[in-house]
T-cell receptor, first 109, second 114 residues
Framework: AQRVTQPEKLLSVFKGAPVELKCNYSYSGSPELFWYVQYSRQRLQLLLRHISRESIKGFTADLNKGETSFHLKKPFAQEEDSAMYYCALKVTSGSRLTFGEGTQLTVNP | DVKVTQSSRYLVKRTGEKVFLECVQDMDHENMFWYRQDPGLGLRLIYFSYDVKMKEKGDIPEGYSVSREKKERFSLILESASTNQTSMYLC?????????????FGSGTQLSVL
Protein backbone atom coordinates (compact mmCIF):
# COMPACT_ATOMS: atom_id res chain seq x y z
CA ALA A 1 0.00 0.00 0.00
CA GLN A 2 1.10 3.55 -0.62
CA ARG A 3 2.37 5.70 2.21
CA VAL A 4 3.56 9.29 2.65
CA THR A 5 5.86 10.35 5.47
CA GLN A 6 6.68 13.89 6.57
CA PRO A 7 9.31 13.48 9.28
CA GLU A 8 9.04 16.99 10.73
CA LYS A 9 5.84 17.93 12.54
CA LEU A 10 7.14 21.40 13.30
CA LEU A 11 9.64 23.54 11.42
CA SER A 12 10.70 27.01 12.41
CA VAL A 13 12.92 29.33 10.37
CA PHE A 14 13.70 33.02 10.25
CA LYS A 15 12.50 35.32 7.49
CA GLY A 16 14.90 35.26 4.57
CA ALA A 17 16.36 31.87 5.43
CA PRO A 18 16.04 28.88 3.12
CA VAL A 19 13.41 26.33 3.99
CA GLU A 20 12.99 22.68 3.06
CA LEU A 21 9.99 20.58 4.03
CA LYS A 22 10.70 16.89 3.66
CA CYS A 23 8.41 14.33 2.11
CA ASN A 24 9.10 10.66 1.46
CA TYR A 25 6.75 8.19 -0.13
CA SER A 26 6.47 4.48 -0.67
CA TYR A 27 4.77 3.21 -3.80
CA SER A 28 6.00 0.70 -6.30
CA GLY A 29 4.31 2.24 -9.34
CA SER A 30 4.46 5.64 -11.01
CA PRO A 31 3.15 8.18 -8.51
CA GLU A 32 1.89 11.70 -8.80
CA LEU A 33 2.99 13.92 -5.95
CA PHE A 34 1.41 17.09 -4.64
CA TRP A 35 1.90 19.69 -1.97
CA TYR A 36 -1.20 21.14 -0.30
CA VAL A 37 -1.13 24.11 2.07
CA GLN A 38 -3.50 25.38 4.75
CA TYR A 39 -3.02 28.95 5.93
CA SER A 40 -4.52 30.03 9.22
CA ARG A 41 -8.32 30.08 9.04
CA GLN A 42 -8.32 29.16 5.35
CA ARG A 43 -9.21 26.06 3.42
CA LEU A 44 -6.71 23.45 2.42
CA GLN A 45 -5.59 24.20 -1.13
CA LEU A 46 -3.24 22.88 -3.77
CA LEU A 47 0.19 24.50 -3.79
CA LEU A 48 1.91 22.57 -6.55
CA ARG A 49 2.20 19.21 -8.27
CA HIS A 50 5.31 17.52 -9.59
CA ILE A 51 4.01 17.03 -13.11
CA SER A 52 3.69 20.78 -13.63
CA ARG A 53 7.32 21.41 -12.64
CA GLU A 54 6.29 24.92 -11.70
CA SER A 55 7.26 27.38 -9.01
CA ILE A 56 4.39 28.68 -6.92
CA LYS A 57 4.93 31.51 -4.41
CA GLY A 58 8.65 30.82 -4.76
CA PHE A 59 8.29 27.17 -3.79
CA THR A 60 9.60 24.31 -5.89
CA ALA A 61 9.60 20.57 -5.43
CA ASP A 62 11.45 17.93 -7.39
CA LEU A 63 10.42 14.33 -7.55
CA ASN A 64 13.38 12.07 -6.81
CA LYS A 65 12.35 8.56 -7.71
CA GLY A 66 15.64 7.07 -6.58
CA GLU A 67 15.21 8.43 -3.06
CA THR A 68 11.39 8.31 -3.24
CA SER A 69 11.26 11.89 -2.06
CA PHE A 70 9.40 15.07 -3.00
CA HIS A 71 10.86 17.78 -0.78
CA LEU A 72 9.43 21.30 -0.89
CA LYS A 73 11.96 24.11 -1.03
CA LYS A 74 12.07 27.87 -0.96
CA PRO A 75 15.30 29.85 -0.98
CA PHE A 76 14.05 32.81 1.06
CA ALA A 77 11.17 32.19 3.46
CA GLN A 78 8.58 34.92 4.11
CA GLU A 79 6.36 35.38 7.14
CA GLU A 80 3.29 34.75 5.00
CA ASP A 81 4.60 31.26 4.26
CA SER A 82 3.68 30.23 7.80
CA ALA A 83 1.13 27.47 7.38
CA MET A 84 0.49 23.75 7.59
CA TYR A 85 1.91 21.87 4.62
CA TYR A 86 0.81 18.43 3.49
CA CYS A 87 2.50 16.19 0.98
CA ALA A 88 0.15 13.92 -0.94
CA LEU A 89 0.43 10.96 -3.27
CA LYS A 90 -1.94 9.87 -6.00
CA VAL A 91 -1.62 6.47 -7.54
CA THR A 92 -2.18 6.61 -11.25
CA SER A 93 -4.98 4.08 -11.18
CA GLY A 94 -7.39 6.27 -9.26
CA SER A 95 -8.27 9.74 -8.04
CA ARG A 96 -7.83 9.29 -4.29
CA LEU A 97 -4.97 11.04 -2.50
CA THR A 98 -2.92 9.70 0.39
CA PHE A 99 -1.66 12.49 2.63
CA GLY A 100 1.27 12.72 4.95
CA GLU A 101 1.13 13.78 8.58
CA GLY A 102 1.75 17.44 7.79
CA THR A 103 4.47 19.94 8.73
CA GLN A 104 3.62 23.16 10.54
CA LEU A 105 5.97 25.81 9.20
CA THR A 106 6.56 28.96 11.19
CA VAL A 107 8.56 31.80 9.69
CA ASN A 108 9.75 34.18 12.37
CA PRO A 109 10.43 37.88 11.72
CA ASP B 1 -14.44 29.21 -8.48
CA VAL B 2 -15.44 25.88 -7.03
CA LYS B 3 -17.39 26.04 -3.85
CA VAL B 4 -17.50 23.12 -1.46
CA THR B 5 -19.83 23.83 1.41
CA GLN B 6 -20.02 21.93 4.65
CA SER B 7 -23.23 22.55 6.51
CA SER B 8 -21.80 23.06 9.99
CA ARG B 9 -18.57 24.63 11.18
CA TYR B 10 -18.88 23.28 14.72
CA LEU B 11 -20.91 20.38 16.09
CA VAL B 12 -21.19 19.01 19.61
CA LYS B 13 -22.82 15.62 20.02
CA ARG B 14 -23.17 13.03 22.73
CA THR B 15 -21.81 9.51 22.69
CA GLY B 16 -24.20 7.16 20.93
CA GLU B 17 -25.94 9.82 18.86
CA LYS B 18 -26.37 9.44 15.12
CA VAL B 19 -24.55 12.27 13.38
CA PHE B 20 -24.92 13.56 9.85
CA LEU B 21 -22.27 15.72 8.20
CA GLU B 22 -23.37 17.28 4.95
CA CYS B 23 -21.27 18.45 2.02
CA VAL B 24 -22.41 20.13 -1.17
CA GLN B 25 -20.34 21.14 -4.19
CA ASP B 26 -21.49 23.39 -7.01
CA MET B 27 -19.17 22.46 -9.88
CA ASP B 28 -20.66 19.19 -11.09
CA HIS B 29 -17.68 17.20 -9.86
CA GLU B 30 -17.88 13.44 -10.12
CA ASN B 31 -15.50 12.68 -7.25
CA MET B 32 -16.20 13.48 -3.62
CA PHE B 33 -14.22 12.58 -0.53
CA TRP B 34 -14.45 12.64 3.24
CA TYR B 35 -11.26 13.01 5.27
CA ARG B 36 -10.63 13.48 8.94
CA GLN B 37 -7.80 15.74 10.02
CA ASP B 38 -6.01 15.06 13.29
CA PRO B 39 -2.83 16.70 14.62
CA GLY B 40 0.17 14.50 13.99
CA LEU B 41 -1.83 12.09 11.84
CA GLY B 42 -2.56 14.35 8.89
CA LEU B 43 -5.54 13.71 6.66
CA ARG B 44 -6.95 10.21 6.55
CA LEU B 45 -9.48 9.13 3.95
CA ILE B 46 -12.73 7.78 5.36
CA TYR B 47 -14.87 7.23 2.25
CA PHE B 48 -15.03 8.47 -1.30
CA SER B 49 -17.40 8.36 -4.22
CA TYR B 50 -16.81 8.48 -7.96
CA ASP B 51 -20.44 8.87 -8.93
CA VAL B 52 -23.98 9.03 -7.68
CA LYS B 53 -24.92 6.04 -5.51
CA MET B 54 -21.34 4.78 -5.64
CA LYS B 55 -19.10 4.62 -2.61
CA GLU B 56 -15.71 3.20 -1.78
CA LYS B 57 -14.07 2.63 1.57
CA GLY B 58 -11.02 4.66 2.35
CA ASP B 59 -8.36 3.90 4.91
CA ILE B 60 -10.45 4.32 8.08
CA PRO B 61 -14.12 3.54 7.29
CA GLU B 62 -14.96 1.81 10.58
CA GLY B 63 -17.76 3.54 12.43
CA TYR B 64 -18.77 5.62 9.39
CA SER B 65 -21.07 5.30 6.41
CA VAL B 66 -21.85 7.62 3.51
CA SER B 67 -24.65 8.50 1.18
CA ARG B 68 -24.56 9.99 -2.30
CA GLU B 69 -28.07 10.27 -3.67
CA LYS B 70 -27.34 13.34 -5.77
CA LYS B 71 -24.19 14.28 -7.61
CA GLU B 72 -23.65 17.49 -5.69
CA ARG B 73 -24.19 16.11 -2.20
CA PHE B 74 -22.08 13.67 -0.18
CA SER B 75 -23.11 12.90 3.39
CA LEU B 76 -21.01 11.33 6.11
CA ILE B 77 -22.89 9.42 8.79
CA LEU B 78 -21.67 8.41 12.19
CA GLU B 79 -24.12 5.66 13.17
CA SER B 80 -23.28 5.83 16.88
CA ALA B 81 -20.84 8.59 17.71
CA SER B 82 -17.93 7.80 19.99
CA THR B 83 -15.39 10.06 21.68
CA ASN B 84 -12.60 8.85 19.39
CA GLN B 85 -14.51 10.35 16.48
CA THR B 86 -13.90 13.84 17.83
CA SER B 87 -12.03 15.44 14.95
CA MET B 88 -12.01 17.95 12.11
CA TYR B 89 -13.86 16.52 9.12
CA LEU B 90 -13.00 17.76 5.65
CA CYS B 91 -15.02 17.22 2.52
CA UNK B 92 -13.43 17.56 -0.91
CA UNK B 93 -14.38 17.21 -4.53
CA UNK B 94 -12.57 16.87 -7.84
CA UNK B 95 -13.19 16.19 -11.49
CA UNK B 96 -11.26 13.44 -13.25
CA UNK B 97 -11.62 15.41 -16.46
CA UNK B 98 -9.66 18.36 -15.11
CA UNK B 99 -6.04 18.65 -16.24
CA UNK B 100 -4.63 18.63 -12.74
CA UNK B 101 -7.52 16.88 -10.98
CA UNK B 102 -6.86 18.88 -7.85
CA UNK B 103 -8.98 18.54 -4.76
CA UNK B 104 -11.21 21.41 -3.69
CA PHE B 105 -11.83 21.38 0.04
CA GLY B 106 -14.60 22.62 2.24
CA SER B 107 -13.87 24.71 5.30
CA GLY B 108 -14.31 21.75 7.62
CA THR B 109 -16.59 20.64 10.44
CA GLN B 110 -15.09 20.44 13.91
CA LEU B 111 -17.00 17.64 15.64
CA SER B 112 -16.79 17.13 19.38
CA VAL B 113 -18.30 13.97 20.84
CA LEU B 114 -18.84 14.18 24.58
Amino acid sequence: AQRVTQPEKLLSVFKGAPVELKCNYSYSGSPELFWYVQYSRQRLQLLLRHISRESIKGFTADLNKGETSFHLKKPFAQEEDSAMYYCALKVTSGSRLTFGEGTQLTVNP
Amino acid sequence: DVKVTQSSRYLVKRTGEKVFLECVQDMDHENMFWYRQDPGLGLRLIYFSYDVKMKEKGDIPEGYSVSREKKERFSLILESASTNQTSMYLCASSSPAATNEKLFFGSGTQLSVL
